[in-house]
């Protein structure tokens, strides 16, 4: 069966014309797909029985369920989405004051192994279509509303893969996020974050992409960040340096370089300097994140005195700068910490 889902507007008015049912009916039935966020045809209650019945009949319409969640002590809520095939990803709500962010995944595992981050040990099963994508917003921003009385303000793609090895998935997915006849959100509200592959950085400038661009660096040298991170093997500093050029060159979008301080690896005024000479060759801004151990390495994470040292260093040589402090810790829900395990 096709899934309703894949079809366009246009395959969707086509659709309702093959069923019998006159063309307007396909807005309808486009709007709670879309906009409405519907889980069943069943939902559809302006829509007739007969006609609803034809689409089951004709149609598949998978969704995300929550399989299980987890609230840390911080408020920081993590979700295990279970897939239509049986697969698990992870998504993670997290709340301030007056806002809540959702940290989505775009893939089954990963296939980049990073070796400070969990979900680089699992396997990678297969990329998310955008519906997936899609549901993982829809369900987090009913749950920001039930759990936090907030509306969701922000969407981070920093979860479960690769984001820019499931480009057209990836992006059919924020279309859908963003349109009007979707959930509308802003795409300034949106950050894809990418371990740098320096091609699809240019292909996000050639499609003058809306949303904000994060580089997970890490290490700003090459020998050092191809120790932690083998994607830099084929996409060397130089190579992200041109593309991140021509990515803003493209869209006059300041990126964010995000950088997990890690003890005795990336914390020494050697690796700041080096920090600082990379920062200085594109437009950007630097997060400096705490990082958050994980079972399968050894790595710890910086002490709060020489992360601030790092960060005042930096900001002494006019690098923008902010400190992000870890969220969810507790339940492995911090950046590098999804992969699957419930505490």
């Known amino acids: 069966m096709i899934d309703i889902r894949s079809l366009s507007k246009i395959e969707l008015i086509q659709a309702c014309e093959d069923l019998g049912v006159k063309k307007f009916r396909a807005n309808q039935l486009w709007e709670w797909l879309w906009q409405k966020s519907a889980r069943s045809f069943d939902e ?26 987890q609230k840390s002590s911080d408020g920081t809520i993590k979700y295990a989405f279970k897939l239509n095939d049986g697969f698990l990803i992870e ?29 680089g ?3 990678r099963e297969r990329n998310l279509r955008l519906d997936e ?25 920093m979860g479960m893969g690769e984001p820019l090895l499931n480009y057209a998935n990836v992006l059919a997915g924020i279309e859908k996020i963003t349109s009007p006849d979707g959930l509308g959100m802003s795409p300034q509200r949106i950050t894809l974050s990418t371990a740098g592959i320096a091609k699809m950085i240019k292909k996000l400038g050639d499609d ?8 997970s660096l890490h ?19 130089e190579d992200l340096i041109e593309a991140i050029n021509y990515f803003y060159d493209k869209t006059n ?17 050697l690796e700041a300097e ?7 060759q594109i437009k950007c801004k630097v997060n400096l994140i705490e990082y958050n151990p994980i079972d399968l390495a050894e790595f710890q994470s910086s002490s709060t005195e020489k992360i601030q040292r790092f960060a005042e260093y930096l900001e002494r040589n006019k690098i923008i700068v902010n400190v992000r402090r870890s969220r969810g810790k507790d339940i492995d829900a911090a950046c590098g910490q999804l992969a699957n395990k419930v505490s």
């Open 44 to 69: 559809m209650t302006n829509l007739s029985k007969e006609f609803r019945q034809k689409l089951k009949d004709k149609y598949s319409f998978h969704t995300l369920s929550i399989a299980h969640s």
């Open 91 to 119: 998504g993670v709500l997290i709340p301030t004051s007056n806002r809540v962010t959702a940290c989505i995944s775009s893939q089954v595992g990963c296939s980049l192994s990073c070796t400070f981050c969990a979900t």
């Open 219 to 237: 290490a700003a040298n090459n020998e050092k960040r191809s120790a932690i991170m083998p994607i830099n093997d084929s996409n060397s500093l």
């Open 274 to 280: 080096e920090l600082i000479a990379f920062a200085r």
């Open 133 to 157: 994508i899609y549901d993982q917003v829809a369900i987090l921003k009913k749950e920001a509303e039930l759990e936090y009385d907030l509306n969701l303000s922000n969407i981070v793609l």
């Open 121 to 123: 040990f699992m396997k």
């Open 208 to 215: 003058q992409v809306r949303f904000n661009l994060a580089l």
């Open 253 to 269: 979008t300041r990126i964010t370089l995000e950088y997990c301080v890690i003890n005795d690896i990336n914390d020494d005024p």
